[in-house]
């Protein structure tokens, strides 16, 4: 099984200096928007590919991370500190020597592919010209790209290491996307042998159909032919696409391509692929169909999986092991591969949660219930005249029981996280004692630390109870207005919420949760 062991990546996208290992089987790129989840993929797509023109229709300026060509500009734009780009893959064990050699930035013997940008020198004087004029003007169409193997050979996209395939379902309805993924698909399971033939078929068949259906048709005109194109636009590749049940994938709707599209490139006995890329598989599916198909990529074998996401379900269903976190604000990558095992299945296993909403937050307040969610916006501003969303806090309700599930992801990634829970008549152990391997300086627990006080409803009652008797005891029978909160958590706090919102006052342990998650 052929796969990447690292990538490195120097001035590229936003990318100024960036090494990440991967997982040999299934690596799942996570991270808020602009995070380079993307730009790691398009980054492997084009070493693999070996193609400069591929190179020249995504564009040198948008490749080149700009922050660097800003610096430079904004330099003495000296010739000789003009910045260069190269990405580089490292691979495992492949069995070809022509892989191996210390052409790389470690200058140490290791099996890899290596695209490289720099200033072509036979262009010095034109480049120099260049530099000297006032305004800001980077040299890119004096640049030159190579690509090599760690060994030093120069390889192309005739000549192809590794088989791979990258799988955009943003570009889903893209006519040209649908047909560069069936040309790939039909790359992987075809040999050079097999498709000289094909071409030489399908080229002869063109004739035929020239010489004997166009012929009645052609000799009715003079001078002019009729004839079928046969060339590098019009060939079998360009004409090729996929149906299932009878029906051209380009004519299914935008899920179900999503879908053909993951399964064929993944399944065993369909693709001979090395390496998949996926671009946000999420994309256009539904519910439904999304568990299918993250059943399909939990069983691809042989072939080295990467997908970006910001979907909670292919994050946990997949494992968040696997997962690596880009940060927006920083080139720092986490790797997710030292949570335990027994949270890792708890995600997997776990009702849709909101553990993207926390991965991706800077602050967070995690909640027991529903009730208490409700309420913590009108909380929020009552203790500092603002809302959570300005703050960067978020707040989640996730169940007393999943507390130290989330608190290891906490600790694990640095988030500040404030947990606010009931005491359940000892506040000591369900409150400190329970969570002393996760409480620190980022990490704090709040309960009321009065055992009568062992609800949040109870508590909200005791600090609010006229409130509560004016909008609560007129319907009440049987209950008491506090075990009608009690038993009617969710309904109590709309009702609070919608009718007494600007009158509630806040318990002191939430207060106290608030002012600290704010700091």
């Known amino acids: 099984m052929k796969c990447i062991n690292k990538i490195k990546l120097k001035n590229f996208k936003r990318f100024d200096d960036f090494s990440c290992p991967f997982d040999p089987d299934l690596n799942l790129l996570i991270g808020d928007n602009e995070a ?258 993250i059943q399909k990529i939990r069983d691809t074998e042989q072939k080295q999986v990467f997908i970006t996401t910001h979907n909670t379900m292919v994050s946990t269903r997949l494992d968040l092991r696997k997962a690596i976190l880009l940060n927006h604000n920083s080139h720092n990558v986490v790797l997710l591969d030292k949570l335990s095992l027994p949270t890792a299945r708890f995600f997997m296993k776990a009702p849709d949660n909101n553990i993207m909403e926390f991965i991706l937050s800077k602050k967070v307040v995690l909640v027991e219930g529903d009730a208490e969610f409700m309420l913590m916006e009108a909380f929020y501003k009552r203790v500092c005249n603002s809302v959570p969303e300005a703050d960067f806090v978020h707040v989640i309700s996730i169940g007393g029981t999943s507390f130290k599930r989330y608190l290891e992801l906490a600790k694990l990634l640095s988030i500040k996280t404030a947990v606010i829970r009931d005491n359940d008549h000892d506040y000591q152990l369900y409150c400190v004692d329970r969570y002393k391997n996760f409480t620190s300086e980022i990490i704090h627990v709040f309960g009321d630390t009065d055992n009568a006080r062992h609800t949040f409803e109870v508590c909200l009652y005791e600090d609010n109870k006229d409130t509560c008797e004016e909008l609560f005891a007129a319907e009440r029978t049987t209950l008491s207005v506090q075990d009608y909160m009690t038993k009617n958590k969710t309904d109590a706090a709309f009702e609070l919420l919608d009718k007494k919102s600007s009158d509630i006052k806040v318990p002191n342990y939430i207060k106290q949760a608030i002012e600290w998650i704010r700091k």
């Open 36 to 293: 380079g989840k993307s730009s790691i993929l398009t980054a492997i797509d084009i070493v693999f590919s070996g193609s400069r023109s591929k190179i020249d229709t995504l564009g040198l300026d948008c490749l080149f991370n700009q922050e660097v060509i800003d610096e430079f500009l904004a330099s003495d734009k000296a010739y000789a500190k003009l910045p260069e780009m190269f990405v580089e893959l490292y691979l495992n064990e492949q069995g070809n020597m022509d892989l191996e050699g210390e052409v790389n930035s470690e200058e140490r013997n290791h099996i890899g592919l290596r695209m490289l940008c720099e200033p072509d020198h036979e262009y010095s004087k034109e480049i120099r010209e260049i530099l000297k004029q006032p305004e800001a003007n980077f040299p890119y169409e004096f640049y030159a790209v190579t690509f090599k193997t760690f060994s030093g050979l120069p390889y192309s996209g005739y000549r192809k290491y590794i088989k791979h395939l990258l799988i955009d379902n943003s570009q889903i309805s893209n006519e040209y996307a649908t047909k560069e993924f069936v040309k790939s698909m039909y790359g992987s399971n075809a040999n050079n042998a097999e498709k000289s033939k094909h071409h030489n078929e399908y080229r002869k068949h063109k004739d035929a159909f020239k010489e004997s259906i166009l012929q009645d048709l052609n000799d009715k005109l003079t001078d002019y032919a009729f004839a079928i194109r046969n060339n590098s636009k019009a060939n079998l590749e360009t004409d090729l696409t996929l149906k299932e049940d009878n029906i051209y994938i380009e004519n299914k709707g935008k899920g179900r391509q999503c879908f053909i599209k993951t399964d064929f490139a993944i399944n065993k006995k369909n693709s001979k692929l090395d390496i998949v890329l996926i671009e946000e598989p999420e994309n256009h599916l539904s519910h439904q169909h999304m568990k299918r198909l």
